[in-house]
């Protein structure tokens, strides 16, 4: 029987989306929809507003004058980490919930959004109880005079002002949280836009900030596409930093549409991201299943960190292989509601296509397919499901070596020595993250050293709250995470004053 998730839509009970403009829940200005349909059915699940314009400068207005006349900024501290503690709280609470939304939206399985940290609802909450902690540690310095009288100089941290936060869909809750985390501890205002692919669980976060405490206008939602609801909110006069996470190409876009005001910018890019393989490494096997398991479990490798490049020393390539396709085997699909589902479906439409074609031309330059390179078929013929994909004997100058697929494709390229590693390695645009499996310690912090990648695992790697995780090259602008991601949100201002006559 084909699979249908209209049930677990009315379970839930899912209600349209619609704006959120200073504290006031409505539709488009003008009623414009875009119907969501879901990746695993292709069904009509629920509809959310195209925010126009209109609507977009209503909500950088509110998040404006919240900013400029609101007391959010100038708020006690005490004040500030009890709404933001309030709220990781409320998070935790309504963490069943928002998995459900999620697989609604994107179709994450549960026992992705349940068991994974990174990819949990848990994650969040621990991001803003995180922030919470800096709020009463936004610190300056207080610096001796250099030439002339005797002054005081002084530096203070203020919030950035108004926010255009931008978020992709792969991972809503997280990246809501790196994003909001910061920019709310830090005093700013906010303009939140969700992916058009993933808006609903989003919509409930948001609604919770309002439970917690937050007040009117402090944060404010738009829904849509890129065009025309992103566009409008990049390039509002009014905003002062657009803090972005999604695709490369939407990311130089948005720096040129934001340099009209001179906006500060942060983006989270996409990776092509290596993981280096050498015949000491603890488990050879695992080191396979742990780098599989990036691409295709979960969110099938729809994930910036996914290590998509697997270089592997040629003493080992055989052994490694074999467990990475018995790893491959291991992947299964359907509901997202059900436990045993361990992997999604490709977002939409335009993402599977785009993903096949990437594999045809693997094919077609002579990269050996291991297993996959199909859609599924059966009563899953409906969603966009590709099967975990494994090409061996890739050179590093392939398409499929170099672009990031954003699919289940793990990519095998032999190496025979560390140089030639590290070579292979760094030889992309990207440098998100990398990978290292080795038991001998000089050579993992030689090797991690000579990487150019914003975070390098040795011997497995996880994402937390307070760890800087951004860029290298075309990976992104910044840093999100820890103390890099809320000095992100602020400005640095100098203040001085003269402490004798000679001064004046
Ligand atoms: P995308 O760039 O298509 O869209 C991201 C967001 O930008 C969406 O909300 C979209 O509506 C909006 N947008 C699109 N065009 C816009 C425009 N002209 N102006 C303003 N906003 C616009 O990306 P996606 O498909 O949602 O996400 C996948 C990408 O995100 C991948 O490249 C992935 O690597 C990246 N990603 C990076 C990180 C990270 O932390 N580095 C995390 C997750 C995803």
Redesign the pocket.
Same mark, same amino acid.
């Given at each position: 029987m084909t699979l249908s998730l209209s049930p677990r839509r009315d379970e839930i009970g899912l209600k349209d989306g619609a704006l959120l403009v200073d504290g006031k829940w409505r539709p488009a200005a003008d009623g414009a929809t875009w119907t969501h349909r879901h990746p695993a059915t292709g069904e009509a699940i629920g509809t959310i507003p195209v925010a126009g314009e209109s609507d977009v400068d209503d909500a950088v207005r509110a998040a404006r004058r919240a900013f400029d006349e609101g007391d959010w900024p100038h708020s006690r501290a005490r004040h500030r980490i009890q709404v933001l503690l309030r709220y990781a709280s409320l998070l935790r609470e309504h963490a069943e919930e928002l998995r459900g939304l999620q697989a609604l939206d994107n179709g994450v399985p549960l026992m992705f959004s349940t068991n994974i940290y990174a990819g949990s609802v848990e994650i969040a909450a621990d991001v803003f109880a995180h922030h919470a902690g800096w709020v009463d540690k936004i610190g300056g310095q207080t610096l001796p005079p250099y030439q002339g009288g005797d002054h005081l100089a002084m530096t203070f941290r203020d919030p950035i002002g108004v926010v255009a936060a931008? $978020?992709?869909?792969? /991972?809503p809750f997280l $990246?809501f949280a790196q994003k909001l985390g910061p920019a709310l501890a830090a005093g700013c205002t906010v303009v939140v836009?969700? *992916?058009?692919?993933a808006s609903f669980a989003v919509l409930r976060m948001v609604e919770l900030l309002g439970e917690a405490g937050l007040p009117d206008g402090v944060v404010n939602v738009v829904t849509g596409?890129?065009?025309p +609801?992103?566009?409008a $909110?990049?390039t509002h006069p009014l905003v002062d930093k657009v803090s972005? +996470? @999604?695709?490369? /190409?939407?990311g130089k876009?948005?720096v040129e /549409?934001s340099a009209g005001t001179l906006k500060r910018v942060s983006l989270?890019? @996409? @990776?092509k991201s290596p993981t280096l393989v050498f015949p000491d490494a603890p488990d050879i096997g695992l080191a396979a299943m742990t780098t599989v398991g990036t691409v295709t479990m979960g969110l099938s490798g729809?994930?910036?960190v996914a290590h998509t490049r697997a270089l592997v020393h040629r003493d080992v390539y055989d052994q490694f292989l074999g467990a990475a396709e018995m790893m491959a085997g291991a992947v299964t699909y359907g509901d997202p509601f059900e436990l045993s589902t361990t992997a999604s479906p490709l977002?939409n439409a335009r993402q599977l296509d785009r993903v096949l074609g990437l594999i045809d031309r693997g094919r077609e330059a002579g990269a050996r397919l291991v297993c996959g390179g199909e859609r599924a078929g059966g009563d899953l013929a409906d969603g966009n499901f590709v099967r975990p994909t494994i090409f061996a004997d890739v050179d590093n100058d392939m398409e499929i070596a170099r672009e990031?697929v954003?699919g289940p494709v793990l990519a095998v390229i032999p190496f025979s020595s560390d140089d030639e590693a590290v070579r292979i390695a760094n030889d992309t645009d990207y440098g $998100?993250g990398a990978g290292l499996y080795t038991t001998d310690a000089r050579r993992a912090f030689r090797l991690a050293r000579r990487l150019r990648a914003g975070t390098v695992g040795i011997n497995g790697f996880q994402v937390e709250p307070h760890l800087p995780?951004?860029?290298f090259k075309q *990976?992104?602008l910044g840093r999100?995470g820890g103390q890099s991601a809320f000095e992100a949100y602020t400005e640095l201002k100098t203040v001085l004053m003269p402490l004798s006559e000679e001064m004046m």
């Open positions: 931008i $978020l992709p869909w792969n /991972a $990246l836009k969700p *992916s058009e692919f596409p890129g065009d +609801t992103g566009e $909110l990049v972005f +996470t @999604g695709s490369r /190409a939407v876009h948005i /549409a989270e890019l @996409g @990776g729809q994930a910036c977002i990031e954003f $998100l995780f951004g860029g *990976s992104g999100e």
